[in-house]
């Protein structure tokens, strides 16, 4: 989840909302839509309605045409490869914020209708388990903001890019908006000439037709739908090796390459130092999207993160704009690689990203970690009397989705981290990390996975440590620090 600037301070925040209602029924091509049309979700505790059950999706092909302002929507078309999981009747697929032409399934006219933010869709004959179905949808894509509503196309200064976290990719294009269902990802952007499109992956060719290019991009591994990412502006691209003859690949507005520059040299080498701590880089490509944008916030996105232009203004000290850089990067291992199963696993992104966030900054800063975890500490019951414990959160307010990114899966969940590593030791907790990120790439996980393998690693039970550090209502006493207190107030 992005950063939110607040100070200079060691710490991150992340906040920003994404609500909105749904307005696919306005003009859906009216044949005998299915009845009842309900949005069905796959119970996520915290997003009841995200995602959709009964298939698996394989991978989407997503075409986006950008008109050359960001007053109109973008004519899109969506397609989507998915297995049957059980008997499909009518197939639901999250969407919101668009209009919907005509939809095939199997290439095949099917009849369609909305259900609060569902694309309910009525294929000609029903879908037998374990067949696959392809599922094209016409629409648009609107960038426009409405009352209530942050996230998905973010509008900047020359263009779009996006922010889908945690569940604004279906006010984007229709899809199974869920991070338990990864899929591969192909893109086409078409834009007037003078602009540059960019997104997730790397480059699969371009198009040049009339006063137009396309630009197409494919990624290699497998995807949450809130990680995707389209840039389309007035960029410049700029490309450099990584470890192992890595394509590092950034974008910025062309204006400000040279004085961005210090600071994405640094790339490279915070990779290195990531990949000591935590093994081999786990995709195809990385880099940063720079964007001119107030967003208040860093995010993500996998192979391209994206950062605010004011992150390298000068307001923030150099050690902290890089502990920042840093904990969007390790999220590639973290959230982007190893996934939630569900949103209620939320703090193994963000307390592994703050993790490595802080102890970057111990290690190249002086910045000592061990004063922000008892800092963190002391407020460590508040925040659970806030948000719940890390690995419980509360569910989020009633009209504000992504306030589930409080400071208990933050800075409270890397508290988690430091009181394992005093639990179980520096080289089993090394150990932990580096296998975790090894046996679950380009998967999904859970709270469990990761309480059963610390327990491999250290070679006992950690049930009743885990009991009390991920689910406790008070902080249990933090192993090594017996002087250190927690303050509830």
Same mark, same amino acid.
Request: proline share 9%; aromatic share 10%.
């Given at each position: 989840?992005?950063?939110?600037?607040?100070?200079?301070?060691?710490?991150?925040?992340?906040?920003?909302?994404?609500?909105?209602?749904?307005?696919?029924?306005?003009?859906?091509?009216?044949?005998?839509?299915?009845?009842?049309?309900?949005?069905?979700?796959?119970?996520?505790?915290?997003?009841?309605?995200?995602?959709?059950? /009964?298939? %698996?999706?394989?991978? *989407?092909?997503?075409?986006?045409? !950008?008109?050359?302002?960001?007053?109109?929507?973008?004519?899109?078309?969506? +397609?989507?490869?998915?297995?049957?999981?059980?008997?499909?009747?009518?197939?639901?697929? $999250?969407?919101?914020?668009?209009?919907?032409?005509?939809? %095939?399934?199997?290439?095949?006219?099917?009849?369609?209708?909305?259900?609060?933010?569902?694309?309910?869709?009525?294929?000609?004959?029903?879908?037998?388990?374990?067949?696959?179905?392809?599922?094209?949808?016409?629409?648009?894509?609107?960038?426009?903001?409405?009352?209530?509503?942050?996230? /998905?196309?973010?509008?900047?200064? %020359?263009?779009?890019?996006?922010?889908?976290?945690?569940?604004?990719?279906?006010?984007?294009?229709?899809?199974?908006?869920?991070?338990? $269902?990864?899929?591969?990802?192909?893109?086409?952007?078409?834009?007037?000439?003078? !602009?540059?499109?960019?997104?997730?992956?790397?480059?699969?060719?371009? +198009?040049?037709?009339?006063?137009?290019?396309?630009?197409?991009?494919?990624?290699?591994?497998?995807?949450?739908?809130?990680?995707?990412?389209?840039?389309?502006?007035?960029?410049?691209?700029?490309?450099?090796? /990584?470890?192992? /003859?890595?394509?590092?690949? $950034?974008?910025?507005?062309?204006?400000?390459?040279?004085?961005?520059?210090?600071?994405?040299?640094?790339?490279?080498?915070?990779?290195?130092?990531?990949?000591?701590?935590?093994?081999?880089?786990?995709?195809?490509? *990385?880099?940063?999207?720079?964007?001119?944008?107030?967003?208040?916030?860093?995010?993500?996105?996998?192979?391209?993160?994206?950062?605010?232009?004011?992150?390298?203004?000068?307001?923030?000290?150099?050690?902290?704009?890089?502990?920042?850089?840093?904990?969007?990067?390790?999220?590639?291992?973290?959230?982007?690689?190893?996934?939630?199963?569900?949103?209620?696993?939320?703090?193994?992104?963000?307390?592994?990203?703050?993790?490595?966030?802080?102890? *970057?900054?111990?290690?190249?800063?002086?910045?000592?970690?061990?004063?922000?975890?008892?800092?963190?500490?002391?407020?460590?019951?508040?925040?659970?009397?806030?948000?719940?414990?890390?690995?419980?959160?509360?569910?989020? +307010?009633?009209?504000?989705?992504?306030?589930?990114?409080?400071?208990?899966?933050?800075?409270?969940?890397?508290?988690?981290? !430091?009181?394992?590593?005093?639990?179980?030791?520096?080289?089993?907790?090394?150990?932990?990390?580096?296998?975790?990120?090894?046996?679950?790439?380009?998967?999904?996980?859970?709270?469990?996975?990761?309480?059963?393998?610390?327990?491999?690693?250290?070679? +006992?039970?950690?049930?009743?440590?885990?009991?009390?550090?991920?689910?406790?209502?008070?902080?249990?006493?933090?192993?090594?620090?017996? %002087?250190?207190?927690?303050?509830?107030?």
């Amino acid at each position: 989840m992005p950063h939110t600037l607040r100070s200079a301070m060691p710490r991150a925040r992340r906040a920003r909302a994404a609500l909105l209602a749904c307005v696919v029924s306005g003009c859906l091509i009216a044949a005998s839509a299915p009845s009842p049309a309900q949005p069905r979700g796959i119970g996520d505790p915290l997003y009841p309605t995200l995602g959709n059950p /009964g298939y %698996d999706v394989l991978s *989407y092909d997503l075409s986006f045409t !950008y008109p050359g302002s960001n007053s109109e929507p973008l004519a899109a078309v969506t +397609r989507i490869r998915a297995r049957a999981t059980q008997r499909l009747e009518s197939v639901n697929l $999250d969407f919101a914020h668009g209009t919907v032409a005509s939809i %095939d399934v199997n290439g095949a006219p099917a009849d369609f209708t909305g259900a609060g933010e569902d694309l309910v869709i009525k294929p000609v004959a029903p879908l037998p388990k374990g067949g696959v179905l392809t599922v094209t949808v016409r629409h648009t894509s609107d960038p426009v903001s409405r009352k209530g509503r942050e996230g /998905g196309w973010v509008r900047t200064d %020359d263009g779009l890019v996006m922010a889908n976290q945690a569940d604004a990719a279906h006010h984007v294009f229709p899809c199974n908006d869920h991070p338990s $269902d990864k899929a591969l990802f192909t893109f086409h952007v078409t834009a007037p000439d003078g !602009y540059t499109a960019v997104a997730n992956g790397l480059p699969a060719g371009t +198009r040049h037709t009339g006063g137009a290019t396309t630009w197409s991009y494919r990624t290699l591994h497998p995807m949450a739908t809130e990680l995707t990412q389209v840039s389309i502006g007035r960029s410049l691209v700029l490309h450099r090796p /990584g470890p192992h /003859g890595l394509p590092v690949r $950034d974008v910025v507005p062309a204006k400000d390459a040279a004085e961005l520059e210090p600071w994405l040299e640094r790339t490279p080498g915070q990779i290195a130092w990531m990949e000591k701590k935590v093994g081999p880089y786990p995709f195809e490509t *990385y880099g940063l999207l720079i964007a001119q944008a107030q967003t208040g916030f860093e995010l993500e996105t996998q192979t391209l993160s994206l950062f605010e232009k004011g992150v390298f203004g000068g307001a923030f000290p150099p050690w902290y704009i890089e502990s920042i850089m840093v904990h969007e990067l390790s999220h590639q291992w973290f959230g982007d690689s190893v996934s939630p199963r569900t949103w209620s696993d939320v703090w193994l992104n963000e307390g592994h990203a703050t993790w490595y966030e802080a102890l *970057y900054a111990e290690e190249t800063a002086h910045r000592p970690l061990q004063e922000r975890m008892k800092a963190a500490y002391g407020l460590s019951d508040r925040w659970r009397a806030v948000g719940g414990p890390p690995a419980a959160p509360e569910p989020p +307010r009633q009209g504000q989705k992504i306030s589930i990114f409080r400071p208990n899966v933050y800075d409270g969940a890397a508290l988690v981290l !430091y009181a394992l590593r005093q639990e179980i030791g520096q080289p089993a907790f090394e150990r932990l990390e580096r296998a975790w990120a090894s046996l679950h790439r380009d998967g999904t996980s859970t709270t469990a996975d990761f309480e059963k393998l610390a327990a491999d690693e250290a070679g +006992r039970d950690l049930s009743a440590f885990f009991r009390g550090w991920l689910y406790g209502e008070k902080t249990p006493p933090m192993p090594g620090h017996p %002087d250190w207190h927690s303050d509830r107030a």
